[in-house]
């Protein structure tokens, strides 16, 4: 990630990272405790012997988790993949720039 961002701003660009990642841990937790009501996770289901509703969570969050696979293939291959990208023509671009903070 270093290597993509210009000479000198590293630091801005971990501390971009760290936002996004720390704000997306938060929006995760937000939006698993709306999924709750999705399906019936109550203690009183789990003594009865409910736990459809916790297994379809489960299998909903999992599967929400995984998506991130999807794009592993949006990612340079090698080092001149990665040069390719850093002197592409959306380098320091407006619609970046509007993507990212639209």
Do not use: H
Request: charged content about 15%; hydrophobic content about 50%; some cysteine.
């Amino acid at each position: 990630m270093a290597q993509l961002c210009p000479e000198g701003s590293e630091g801005a660009s971990y501390a971009l990272f760290t936002t996004v990642a720390n704000a997306a841990a938060m929006l995760s937790a937000s939006m698993s405790t709306m999924l709750l009501g999705i399906w019936d996770v109550s203690e009183e289901a789990f003594v009865s012997g409910d736990t459809k509703g916790m297994m379809n969570l489960t299998l909903l969050t999992s599967s929400i988790a995984m998506t991130g696979i999807l794009f592993v293939g949006l990612l340079p291959r090698d080092k001149k993949d990665l040069e390719a990208l850093k002197m592409g023509s959306f380098t320091m671009s407006k619609l970046g720039g509007g993507l990212f903070l639209g």
